[in-house]
């Protein structure tokens, strides 16, 4: 018997959402992967949860899409695909970016117990897993997800030609120092005590070299902390410039000449390939990081990997102290020489909005293949 297709059955009305919100960054990677597929978006408002869980649920009652996708785990939204699938039998695909129960179990281990529980469900009960990593789309596929793929990102914007000499100048920053940056959010972890950037400012307290400048892009709670943490530095070796809008992240990263990539080596950082992952790449900028799978993964002569479980540790940082000290302008141009040839087959946006469109069409065609058996 030939298998059903999306095409003959006319079933690709797809209704689609993320956590975060429409005004996210999420929400944009999900719209540009469904595009071809004409999916329907509906506002999921994160500031009233619940609220638009309830919404969520009347809204697919009402319009009967053959299918959901949900950007992010929020448990809220998670919650209600459960609901919809259990009792409307309308299925739900979820996309995400880290380990569900390790991450909550940041926040307390009662947290994380219950994240856990909530994730193997999710993926037990959904019809495809999309991880923004190989290793989470592992997982998903363990916690019982019944098909997977991987789309990990993209870069969004290109850094115009003047862009590095026109940063160092509105930031101060003289055009022969060396600039260690990262941009990100900048949210305080107060169970470890940390935020991103923290280990950059305690490395560089430690050197007696002068034209190291570390530069922390981002806004968030831990903003103040890294402020107070950089002291007497502050304005000259550490510049934190704030938020900036997310068409000038480019343009910062071309001021930059290592960037740095700092996750736990656990079961949040060790999933994770980081956001800013393709982007540093594009940019051409060789990275800093520990030892996670990433940094072997797709090594090619770019990364520096750093000893210690966490970026927060004394072994890390003062690894990372001893590189600042000693790293040489010749050691950045071959590392850059490698970032800039690396293979981006992985982040290459185009492939992901195919391929996520082929696993959609197969999703849905597997499905109509079952109601017609």
């Known amino acids: 018997m030939r298998r059903a297709t999306v095409q003959d059955s006319d079933s690709r009305r797809i209704l689609c959402f993320a956590t975060q919100g429409e005004a996210h960054l999420d929400f944009e990677r999900l719209r540009y992967l469904l595009e071809p597929l004409g999916a329907e978006p509906y506002a999921f408002d994160h500031d009233n949860k619940l609220r638009s869980a309830v919404g969520l649920f009347k809204a697919v009652r009402a319009r009967r899409p053959n299918l959901v996708v949900m950007e992010g785990t929020g448990m809220a939204g998670g919650l209600a695909l459960l609901a919809i699938d259990g009792l409307l039998g309308i299925p739900f695909v979820v996309s995400s970016g880290d380990a569900v129960g390790p991450y909550l179990g940041l926040r307390s281990r009662v947290a994380g117990l219950l994240g856990g529980l909530y994730e193997r469900l999710l993926c037990r009960r959904c019809a495809g897993y999309v991880g923004w990593t190989p290793y989470l789309v592992g997982r998903a596929l363990t916690f019982g997800a019944a098909r997977a793929m991987t789309a990990p990102g993209w870069t969004r914007e290109r850094a115009a030609a003047d862009a590095r000499e026109a940063v160092r100048a509105r930031l101060g920053i003289a055009p022969d120092a060396l600039v260690v940056g990262l941009v990100g959010s900048l949210n305080w972890r107060a169970r470890v005590g940390y935020v991103y950037g923290a280990e950059l400012i ?172």
């Open 202 to 373: 305690g490395a560089v307290a430690q050197i007696p070299r002068r034209d190291v400048v570390v530069c922390i892009v981002g806004d968030g709670p831990g903003l103040a902390r890294l402020r107070e943490t950089a002291g007497a530095d502050l304005g000259t070796r550490v510049l934190l410039p704030g938020r900036v809008a997310p068409q000038e992240v480019s343009q910062y990263l071309a001021a930059f000449d290592v960037a740095s990539l700092p996750q736990s080596v656990d079961g949040v950082g060790s999933f994770r390939y980081s956001t800013k992952l393709s982007e540093y790449l594009a940019a051409g900028l060789p990275i800093v990081t520990g030892e996670n799978p990433v940094a072997y993964d797709l090594d090619e002569g770019f990364f520096w990997r750093l000893p210690g479980r966490t970026p927060w540790s004394p072994e890390y940082i003062d690894a990372l102290a001893h590189l600042l000290q000693t790293l040489t302008a010749a050691e950045i141009a071959q590392r850059r020489q490698a970032a800039a040839g690396a293979r981006a087959d992985p982040f290459d946006k185009v492939a992901q909005q195919r391929r996520m469109c082929a696993f959609i069409d197969d999703l849905l065609a597997d499905r109509t293949d079952e109601r017609s058996a």
